[in-house]
């Protein structure tokens, strides 16, 4: 049976999502897992939702100095206050939500990178190749807290500064992926079937490349994100990224440590939720790998 | 265990039995791999003497056991297998019984095992000269020099161009054929009583393969060595050894004289194994035999060819068939008789 | 060869990015050193631009960059325009705790996590296996940000037994170098146990014991010479990360090193300081991933052929 060239070229086209896969999500063994990532996005989306509407606002930011350092299960706060009387429970959704805000703009911002530059360095000729190969190095051999904190010192921290800093130190892993896969796609029949009926390059990286690099794509995706949200507490823990009163999980940590000798629960409380929330999204992204992943080609966390 | 033995012994005739008294022999043996509750067979009641300087070629196709049969020899299955019944003798000594430690002080010395790929089958990281030599010193309590003099000694012997130069090297940087031979000095390093070669020449070109087959004749001869030559490459093996036999899932199904054999193999099997390797003028069209080998477990109750076999009788699936003697050692009801010549 | 000149080029490619790259973010950045030396509301404008003339800081940005390069060269180091310490000194006076506390750590990745892996690889799926596991995928997850005020909490508040902060003792490096090596120690782990598991099944190792060589000398000799590839590789990006962790970790535990040191003089737009420790930052890293190459190619042979791995 031989094959037309159009029909060979529709062949790389599409995902082959086979969503019956997904429900072993909710086998008895996986439900701690799937309830746990239910909860913190549901906080997560609340926390965004508290960002986008100012009125809600007061929820984590009011202020009530007679009644700081209120323990767990006191005085109406369910996880007690802070070091201004602030209401801990809000502060960690809120601060939750920051996070997955910066998370996912740092990811989105790095994947555009990484694919632009590998699809480039792979399929656009050796210049082009040689090019991104010297950039790609570089950076990659640049300590990312590094160029973080000179970012966060050249432009003053800010979320924008945090997400920029953190976007630019995680591309370069997703664009060598990149690279590797796409010097390999485009030896496949489909391509070639596309060349040779004269599709232009661009619109046969777009079609055949961006579609068949999703799967991996997804599941780098979700390791970024939970990088990415390390890196933002990391940077305000340094005082180099998101600033009070913005809430933000490192900020916590940050001046918990402060009062660590009056109450260990902000610190204890926003250290366990980071580490939740980083140790679900690895998971998640170890299922998604496992199914989207099969030869491997995604370096485990 | 003893029992069932001799009675399988009472079975073989003449032909099966080598000349020699046997250096290595195999009795009754059975491995199968342990699953949850039950095991799969995976190779049942191999009975094969080798003589001492004999060389026996052991036949068949992938997955019919012959691999397994030379690796349970050395005390090496893959986890997950074991030897469930039998066992194999080194010089009349029980091989299988014998403490791990024991066993492995007779590994690469008293009887030593080479490999179908040469380049994974080496370290890639060690130099080939520290190869050698580490067989001879986890063996012998020699000085490092003299296990040097000898390590160069043999790679020349085979046939390792400036061998002293040599040792420094690393497998990567030989050729597939001198790599072999790297392999097959480490392997002859102690001068061991049998030497097992799991298809040593199928990974090289044809010109490459005839250098090997020749220099472990040369070697055999040398050194009183009986060799287990395994391939499927049934012209080769009949071209090289004293005598053959034929495995199909599992188990031997004929044992003769290789030169006995290639010319009237009595097994169907053996008959079409002959008869897809032979050259055929031009245009005559190649004979293969139909269909494909059973899967352990899956092997039928009698016999375990009768599915693809063109001279099935009724009496074939009923029982399995046991051995019959004639001009070849048979396990077959319905075998391939010869006019007497 | 050629692998060498190139790794050079990058190294010296590297180096100079970061001096353009520091430079000009400090200085064209809002803010500046004088906001922390003066009072901006009370002190009169004209001193401010005396100083500011003195200390070159009106000159045009690449005219300054050129000085400061220039001066690195000859052996200048600059001073701090906050605490008026040559650049010299600060350095002398911070690298060596900064040295001792990342080598801690390497010893704690490298010497402790490979053994540890190789052991979790031998004996697969047992007790210890499990253990090792859970305990680094935990460890794994958490921030060392997180994991060090933890243990201050812990082993330091309530329980007293270990100094939190500052330097001088033997107790003092334990917290910090634990910190920075735990995330880290983790991965090499599971990679040691990884890689060492696929080279255990490689068929060399069968061809090894054919020939008699005792488990022990296979598994610690032959095998994880093999497995070092990947371990050396991820090495090269764990020393890296590293590095880049020392500016966290020194500033939790008040460690008085170059991290501290960086991180304050970035807050206080220290130039000369900043810029200097950056740079002997990134020849740091750009030195051990050199190390890294050559340890690899030391390691296997074949590197040695091609210039790359596998």
């Known amino acids: 049976m031989t094959m037309t060239a159009p029909q060979i070229a529709a062949q790389g086209t599409g995902l082959k999502a086979r969503p019956s896969r997904f429900l072993i999500l909710f086998q008895p063994h996986n439900l701690v897992w799937t309830i746990g990532g239910v909860i913190i996005i549901a906080a997560g989306i609340l926390g965004i939702v508290l960002q986008l509407v100012p009125s809600w606002r007061h929820l984590y930011l009011t202020q009530d100095l007679t009644a700081t350092f209120q323990a767990p299960l006191s005085t109406g706060h369910v996880l007690g206050t802070d070091n201004l009387g602030r209401d801990l429970l809000w502060q960690l959704i809120a601060g939750l939500g920051i996070s997955l805000m910066i998370g996912i703009g740092v990811t989105v911002l790095s994947l555009v990178l990484g694919l632009t530059v590998g699809i480039l360095g792979a399929y656009f000729g050796r210049t082009a190749d040689a090019v991104s190969n010297v950039i790609v190095d570089v950076t990659w051999a640049f300590p990312a807290i590094l160029l973080a904190v000179l970012l966060a010192g050249a432009i003053g921290p800010s979320v924008t500064t945090v997400v920029l800093a953190l976007a630019l130190t995680t591309w370069p892993g997703y664009a060598r992926i990149v690279r590797g896969e796409v010097l390999s796609l485009r030896e496949r029949d489909f391509v070639n079937a596309a060349r040779v009926l004269g599709v232009p390059k661009l619109v046969i990286s777009v079609r055949h490349f961006v579609v068949n690099l999703m799967p991996i794509t997804i599941v780098i995706a979700v390791y970024y994100v939970a990088t990415a949200i390390i890196g933002e507490a990391g940077l305000s823990f340094l005082g180099l990224g998101v600033q009070a009163p913005m809430p933000s999980l490192g900020l916590m940590l940050s001046v918990g440590q402060q009062y660590l000798n009056v109450s260990w629960w902000p610190v204890v409380l926003s250290g366990a939720l980071l580490a939740l929330v980083v140790l679900f999204l690895n998971a998640f992204g170890d299922f998604l790998r496992g199914r989207l992943d099969p030869h491997g080609r995604v370096p485990r966390r | ?341 | 060869m050629k692998f060498v000149l190139t790794r050079l080029c990058y190294a010296v490619v590297i180096i100079v990015l970061v001096s353009i790259v520091t430079f000009y973010s400090m200085h064209a950045s809002p803010g500046s050193v004088v906001s922390s030396v003066f009072n901006l509301a009370t002190t009169p404008h004209s001193v401010i631009v005396a100083y500011e003339r003195r200390h070159g800081l009106l000159d045009p940005l690449p005219v300054q960059y050129w000085h400061f390069m220039t001066g690195l060269l000859s052996g200048n180091f600059g001073t701090s325009l906050v605490s008026n310490l040559s650049v010299k000194t600060i350095v002398a006076n911070s690298a060596g705790y900064t040295a001792l506390l990342a080598g801690s750590a390497f010893v704690l990745i490298f010497g402790v996590g490979i053994p540890i892996g190789v052991l979790a690889a031998i004996k697969r799926d047992s007790w210890f296996d499990r253990g090792v596991r859970a305990f680094s995928s935990i460890v794994l997850a958490i921030p060392n940000f997180v994991l060090g005020i933890i243990l201050i909490l812990v082993l330091g508040i309530h329980l007293h037994v270990l100094p939190v902060a500052g330097a001088g003792s033997f107790s003092n490096l334990v917290l910090p170098a634990i910190v920075l090596a735990a995330a880290e120690w983790s991965l090499t782990v599971r990679v040691t146990r990884t890689s060492f598991l696929e080279q255990l099944s490689a068929d060399f190792t069968r061809t090894l014991r054919a020939r008699g060589v005792s488990e022990r000398r296979i598994q610690w000799r032959h095998v994880l010479r093999n497995s070092m590839g990947p371990i050396i590789s991820l090495g090269i990006i764990e020393v890296r990360n590293l590095l880049g962790y020392t500016l966290i970790v020194e500033v939790i535990f008040r460690w008085p090193g170059l991290g501290t040191e960086l991180v304050q003089s970035v807050l206080q737009r220290d130039y000369d300081v900043t810029e200097v420790l950056s740079l002997l930052l990134a020849a740091a890293v750009v030195l051990a991933s050199a190390f890294g190459d050559i340890a690899l190619s030391l390691v296997d042979p074949r590197v040695r052929v091609t210039g790359e791995h596998g």
């Not at chain 2, 012994?9 to 008294?21: C, D, F, G, L, Y």
């Not at chain 2, 009349?92 to 019984?97: E, N, T």
């Not at chain 2, 293969?288 to 016999?303: F, K, L, R």
């Open chain 2, 1 to 341: 265990m003893r029992g069932p033995e001799l009675l399988v012994k009472a079975s073989v005739s003449p032909a099966a039995v080598p000349a020699s008294r046997p250096a290595l022999a195999l009795l009754d043996l059975s491995i199968s791999q342990r699953l949850r509750r039950t095991e799969k067979r995976l190779v049942t009641h191999v009975d094969l003497e080798v003589g001492q300087g004999e060389i026996v070629g052991l036949v068949g196709e992938s997955g019919s056991g012959k691999s397994l049969t030379a690796l349970a020899c050395m005390g090496l299955l893959p986890s997950g297998l074991a030897v469930t019944g039998g066992d194999v003798h080194l010089d009349g000594a029980s091989l299988l019984g014998l403490a791990p430690k024991a066993f492995r002080a007779l590994r690469g010395n008293a009887i030593s095992m080479i490999f179908q790929d040469p380049l994974s089958s080496l370290d890639p990281c060690a130099r080939i000269g520290a190869q050698i030599i580490e067989t001879i010193r986890a063996h012998k309590d020699v000085s490092a020099s003299q296990a040097k003099r000898d390590a160069i000694e043999l790679l020349d012997r085979v046939g390792i161009p400036r061998a002293a130069q040599r040792m420094r090297a690393y497998p990567h940087e030989f050729s597939g054929g001198m790599r072999q031979r790297v392999m097959i000095a480490a392997a002859l390093v102690l001068k061991p009583r049998v030497l097992l070669a799991d298809e040593p020449t199928t990974a090289l070109d044809v010109t490459t393969q005839a250098g090997i087959v020749e220099l472990v004749r040369e070697l055999c001869r040398e050194l009183q060595m009986s060799v287990v030559w395994i391939s499927h490459d049934l012209a080769l093996v009949s071209e090289l050894a004293d005598r053959v036999a034929v495995m199909y899932a599992g188990e031997i199904v004929e044992v003769a004289d290789s030169k006995v054999l290639f010319r009237v193999s009595r097994h169907p099997y053996t008959k079409g194994l002959v008869a897809s390797g032979s050259i055929r003028p031009y245009g005559e069209r190649f004979s293969y035999i139909p269909g494909s080998i059973a899967e352990p477990g899956t092997w039928p109750t009698g016999c375990r060819f009768a599915p693809r076999c063109e001279r099935v009788r009724e009496e074939c699936v009923g029982e399995h068939p046991d051995f019959r003697s004639g001009t070849t050692t048979v396990r077959c009801v319905n075998p391939i008789e010869y006019e007497a010549e």
